[in-house]
């Protein structure tokens, strides 16, 4: 089992920028994908972006591409994601995910993490 932490919310005003992190331990691979979902009040949760740990392709929801980025550090077993141009439609609890593909990361189920609140002021 994979055990993640959120770190680096805050409050922002519209057309700011914040960087998340995650953490990651425990029976974590190489070969993994992570990514990051967001749940806003009231809302469902839903997928962001995703990197593999090593090589290939990111993939991101048309809501946040072209403003946010997702990284990842396998030595350092960490993943950020630096997000630009916030929206007040941005604000959410965002959590980090671990699957072991591409395919399969869209459906994580948790366990979650503790999350960390963004929120965008107008």
């Known amino acids: 089992q994979v055990q993640l932490v959120e770190s680096g919310g805050g409050l922002v005003q519209a057309g700011g920028s914040l960087r998340l992190s995650c953490a990651a331990s425990g029976r974590t691979s190489s070969n993994y994908v992570m990514g990051w979902f967001r749940q806003a009040p009231g809302k469902g949760r839903e997928f962001i972006a995703a990197?593999?740990?090593?090589?290939?392709?990111?993939i991101y929801a048309d809501s946040v591409k072209g403003r946010f980025a997702i990284s990842a550090d396998w030595a350092k077993n960490t993943v950020s994601l630096q997000m630009n141009s916030l929206k007040p439609e941005d604000t959410a609890v965002y959590y980090c995910?671990?699957?072991?593909?591409?395919?399969?990361?869209?459906?994580?189920?948790?366990?979650w993490g503790p999350g960390t609140q963004v929120t965008v002021s107008s």
């Open positions: 990197i593999p740990w090593i090589g290939g392709s990111t």
């Open positions: 995910a671990a699957s072991s593909s591409i395919a399969t990361i869209r459906g994580f189920r948790g366990p």
